[in-house]
């Protein structure tokens, strides 16, 4: 059964690092691509980055300040956040999209997790 799961939300001063963790089940990052989009209140869903086996992608606003990366051993993908910004603040979600190269369209993303809060504030 296909299923991700985030995991590691939570509060950060700005210019901090945090750390999230998507467990994934039923597949694997050779052949399904899986993608952290995040949602602030009053604002559109926005793609943040994404990977599939050796592909990655960002948006140009995390572009040079967020990491992903993929474990298939431990069915899991991170996102790496440093120098954290006040506009960061958002529930971030990990979804799959199978069979899919790396991209950043929510809307063609099948299974999502529940999501987890980032609030950057001092």
């Known amino acids: 059964q296909v299923q991700v799961v985030e995991s590691g939300g939570g509060l950060a001063q700005p210019g901090g690092s945090l750390r999230l963790s998507c467990q994934f089940y039923?597949?694997?990052?050779?052949?399904?691509?899986i993608g952290w989009f995040r949602q602030s209140p009053g604002k559109e869903r926005e793609g943040v980055a994404c990977?599939?086996?050796?592909?990655?992608y960002y948006a140009d606003s995390v572009k040079g300040r967020f990491t992903i990366s993929g474990d298939n051993a431990k069915s899991t993908v991170y996102l790496q956040m440093n120098s954290l910004k006040p506009e960061d603040t958002a529930v971030y979600y990990c979804?799959?999209?199978?069979?899919?190269?790396?991209?950043?369209?929510?809307?063609?993303?099948?299974?999502w997790g529940q999501g987890t809060q980032v609030t950057v504030s001092s």
């Open positions: 979804a799959t999209d199978p069979w899919s190269n790396c991209h950043l369209e929510d809307s063609e993303y099948d299974y």
């Open positions: 039923g597949f694997t990052l050779d052949d399904y691509a």
């Open positions: 990977i599939r086996s050796s592909d990655e």
